[in-house]
């Protein structure tokens, strides 16, 4: 290891900054949310760089001449962001005679410190160097990192220091307050804090202190949304709460690779729905929710695109909020969103749609009784989920009620995915051009002008 990790406290002190260019406000970026005193010296200074420093109270210098040693008095350390050479060797000269920490950017032999990657969840910060070497590696692996620590992670460190001093008064034992603090910091406790229903979490806390040693039997419910298919486009809180479940109960329309990210020793159970073929009714399922919450477990119920867009989320946690199992809600990104970006496809456009209808290929019994009316609108963009068996009736009807036959549309077979296939015709003869090729559930039809844009856009 050739660089000592260290967290430099440089609030009110001052940094010089030798440089005004686009490298210069980088470094002056990080120093001003430091909040250092920055001295600036170049004869020249981009108007980025003179606004960032002179965009609050803070008490910044900007002097417009050429670099002095004398630059060097009363600073804590130095950052030389000039593209010359020369003059960076001579700051780094002038740094090194009075042991004050120097950093010549791109230049690693010439830094006696270097700046990491950040990942600021402020107060917490985490940072990655590859000391010097590859700095975008660096950021890569920042950029990797930033996916599994959740932003309120700043806003559960901030609410753990406000008890730390309570908790040490209580636990004596260093042992005991550490068992104490990993319980709270990943437990209910902390979801709370990071659904900002932080007087609860005082309050659950505070309770926990008075018993430490009791265990808390309290489960709770994730009702979260699991998107189209691609594990890419989970949230990072879906893919949190799908690392702490206990038991999950999940959807057909669940893919693999997205129930592979589930915490490994969790229970898996299915409760899918098929044509004709539900694995369980649904009240059947909101209760299992319940009872299994009531047993103290964590319980994921992982559903398809999102929740609460033709996903019967509302009736599961309508059920759970009347018998007071405590839950939370993480949406996905719905399958008419996601299939149609990966299909090239925009919902709206300026030319060619100024609204979008979300509706539902079957309804409860199985029948497709819709306001056909109300979707003859040539400027709107009609999505149908769960239609591939409807499809035929589904165009015949638009076309009965006024819809022009020649009304583009598309299917989406298994959008987002590997295996995602797209087909575009008409009302007309969009049955037709699938009929032999045995497409198969999960499908979105896609029905507007907006079609027409595929074969400029598709860029999957």
């Known amino acids: 290891m050739n660089y000592l990790p260290i967290f430099f406290d440089i609030t009110d002190k001052t940094c010089l900054v030798v440089g005004g260019g686009d490298v210069a406000l980088h470094k002056c970026q990080l120093l001003h949310k430091c909040q250092a005193k920055i001295k600036l010296v170049s004869p020249a200074v981009s108007p980025a760089v003179r606004a960032l420093l002179n965009s609050d109270n803070q008490t910044h210098i900007i002097e417009e001449r050429e670099y002095h040693a004398n630059d ?120 709370l804090v990071f659904s900002n229903r932080v007087e609860e979490a005082k309050k659950a806390l ?79 399922i909101n209760q299992l929710l319940a009872d299994h919450a009531r047993q103290g477990l964590k319980v994921l119920r992982l559903k398809g695109g999102d929740p609460f867009i033709f996903g019967r989320g509302g009736e599961e946690i309508e059920e759970l909020a009347e018998q007071a199992i405590r839950f939370q809600v993480v949406p996905g990104i719905t399958a008419a969103s996601g299939c149609a970006a990966y299909a090239g496809i925009p919902l709206t456009h300026r030319d060619y749609a100024q609204s979008v209808r979300f509706l539902t290929g079957h309804l409860k019994d199985g029948s497709i009784n819709l306001h056909w009316p109300e979707l003859l609108d040539t400027e709107q963009t009609l999505v149908f989920y769960m239609g591939l068996t409807g499809l035929q009736e589904i165009c015949s009807k638009l076309i009965e009620h006024g819809r022009d036959p020649r009304t583009p549309v598309a299917l989406i077979e298994k959008g987002t995915m590997q295996a995602q296939r797209v087909f575009t015709s008409t009302l007309k003869d969009i049955s037709s051009l699938i009929k032999n090729e045995n497409v198969k559930a999960p499908t979105l039809t896609i029905v507007g002008n907006v079609v027409t844009l595929r074969d400029k856009l598709n860029w999957l």
């Open 206 to 284: 505070e309770q926990s202190l008075a018993n430490p040693s009791a265990s808390s039997s309290e489960g709770e419910v994730y009702l979260v949304g699991a998107g189209p298919g691609d594990p890419d486009l989970l949230t990072f809180r879906a893919l949190r709460l799908m690392q702490q479940a206990d038991i999950v109960f999940h959807d057909n329309l669940v893919s693999q690779p997205i129930l592979d990210l589930v915490r490994k020793d969790a229970k898996r159970v299915y409760v899918g729905k098929e044509k004709s073929n539900h694995t369980l009714p649904q009240e059947k």
């Open 72 to 191: 060097l008095k009363n600073c804590v350390l130095v950052v030389a962001a000039t593209d010359n050479k020369t003059i960076n060797q001579r700051i780094y000269n002038d740094a090194i005679k009075i042991n004050l920490p120097i950093n010549v950017v791109d230049q690693p032999e010439l830094c006696t410190f270097i700046f990491p990657s950040v990942i600021d969840r402020h107060p917490i910060t985490v940072a990655v160097s590859s000391g010097g070497n590859s700095p975008i590696l660096a950021r890569l692996l920042r950029a990797r990192l930033e996916t599994l620590i959740p932003a309120n992670y700043g806003k559960l460190a901030t609410f753990a220091g406000q008890f730390r001093e309570a908790v040490k008064k209580k636990i004596t034992s260093a042992v005991d307050r550490r068992h104490f603090w990993e319980k709270t910091l990943q437990g209910p406790i902390a979801e």
